[in-house]
C-alpha cells in the first residue's frame, strides 16, 4: 500500500516571502511517479509536475521548484517570492504499482496556501 | 478542446434516490478514474478503468457503481444515496500510467 503525508494543512505567508510545501510518501515499489497539483478557489485542479522515481533532477520552473530526494522518500515544492495568485490548496499524489495489475494514484489530503498581500 | 467533461455541475438529491454522473473524455485516453473530494481527506479513488469493459474499485467503493462500455465514457451511479455520499466528485483520465491526470471541472453533490 502506498501513502502520501502532508503534514502542513494550512499555510500563511505575506506576499513576496518564499514558502516550502512538505511532501512525504510510502511505497514497496521501485518504479513509482509523484505528481503536484493545485487547487485554486475556483475548484479544479491543475496539474503542476510529474516525476518518475529514477530521476532525482531537482526542477525548476520559473518562481518554482521541486526537491525529490529518495533517501528521505520527499517530493517538496517551493514557491519563490510568492504572490496572492499562489494561493490555492496543493496536492501531492504518489502513482505505483498498486499489485492489482494497474497504477492508482494515491493523494495527500492538502495544503491551503494563503498568501497574504 | 472539450478535455474532459462532467455532467451536472450540481445536484441535490433526497437520500435514498438514484443518480448518474456522466463522464466524458475526448482525447481517447484508457484510463478513468472516479474520485471524491471531502474536507480536510484529499481526493480518494471511488472506482477506476483501465480501458473498455475493464473497471475496478478504489479506496471507497461502497454505494457507488460503474461501467465502461465506450473508451469516451466512465458514468458513476449511485445506487440509494446517502448523507456520507455529500460531496464533490471529480473524473479523471490519463493516457498512460505515467503521465498526469486531467480532470474534470467537478460535481457537487448534497443528499439531504
Known amino acids: 500500500a502506498q501513502k502520501v503525508t502532508q503534514a502542513q494543512t494550512e499555510i500563511s505567508v505575506v506576499e513576496k516571502e518564499d514558502v516550502t510545501l512538505d511532501c512525504v510518501y510510502e511505497t514497496r515499489d521501485t518504479t513509482y511517479y509523484l505528481f503536484w497539483y493545485k487547487q485554486p478557489p475556483s475548484g479544479e485542479l491543475v496539474f503542476l509536475i510529474r516525476r518518475n522515481s529514477f530521476d532525482e533532477q531537482n526542477e525548476i520552473s520559473g518562481r518554482y521548484s521541486w526537491n525529490f530526494q529518495k533517501s528521505t522518500s520527499s517530493f517538496n515544492f517551493t514557491i519563490t517570492a510568492s504572490q496572492v495568485v499562489d494561493s490555492a490548496v496543493y496536492f501531492c499524489a504518489l502513482r505505483a504499482y498498486s499489485g492489482a495489475g494497474s497504477y492508482q494514484l494515491t493523494f495527500g489530503k492538502g495544503t491551503k496556501l494563503s498568501v497574504i498581500p | 478542446n472539450a478535455g474532459v467533461t462532467q455532467t451536472p455541475k450540481f445536484q441535490v438529491l433526497k437520500t435514498g434516490q438514484s443518480m448518474t454522473l456522466q463522464c466524458a473524455q475526448d482525447m481517447n485516453h484508457e484510463y478513468m478514474s472516479w474520485y471524491r473530494q471531502d474536507p480536510g481527506m484529499g481526493l480518494r479513488l471511488i472506482h477506476y478503468s483501465v480501458g473498455a469493459g475493464i473497471t475496478d474499485q478504489g479506496e471507497v467503493p461502497n454505494g457507488y457503481n460503474v461501467s465502461r462500455s465506450t473508451t469516451e465514457d466512465f458514468p458513476l451511479r449511485l445506487l440509494s444515496a446517502a448523507p456520507s455520499q455529500t460531496s464533490v466528485y471529480f473524473c479523471?483520465?490519463?493516457?498512460?500510467?505515467?503521465?498526469?491526470?486531467?480532470f474534470g471541472d467537478g460535481t457537487r453533490l448534497s443528499i439531504l
Open positions: 479523471a483520465s490519463t493516457q498512460g500510467q505515467g503521465q498526469p491526470q486531467h
